[in-house]
């Protein structure tokens, strides 16, 4: 069964950063886009940011210049690199992705989330 399971979140002082991880398992046969997106309490879960499988990128106009996603395919793996943060970053985050395992259709799966917690 295909899982993605996040990790990296935790608390830091504004200015700070953290890497986020997400990692997808269960019998994959390919992995498509990659994404991370962010939820924070009271507001719509919004896109962070996206990578194809060839590594093309795109991040959102409020972190652009500050978040980096990347991927390792070997691993199976998406990364969100997070610098310097903003009391306004904090949110659960989390990892989605377009998996195909065990069939020919591509399905999207989404991650349980990590908590970022950005304090002033």
């Known amino acids: 069964q295909v899982q993605l399971v996040e990790s990296g979140g935790g608390l830091v002082q504004a200015g700070g950063s953290l890497r986020l991880s997400c990692a997808a398992s269960?019998?994959?046969?390919?992995?498509?886009?990659m994404a991370w997106y962010r939820q924070a309490p009271g507001k719509q879960r919004e896109l962070v940011a996206t990578?194809?499988?060839?590594?093309?990128?795109d991040t959102a106009d409020s972190v652009k210049g500050r978040f980096t996603i990347s991927r390792d395919n070997a691993k199976s793996t998406v990364y969100l690199q997070m610098n310097t943060l903003k009391p306004e970053d904090t949110a659960v985050y989390y990892c989605?992705?377009?998996?195909?395992?065990?069939?020919?259709?591509?399905?999207?799966?989404w991650g349980r989330g990590t908590q970022v917690t950005v304090s002033s």
């Open positions: 990578i194809t499988s060839g590594g093309s990128t």
């Open positions: 989605n992705a377009d998996i195909r395992a065990g069939s020919s259709r591509w399905v999207n799966y």
């Open positions: 269960g019998g994959i046969f390919g992995i498509n886009a």
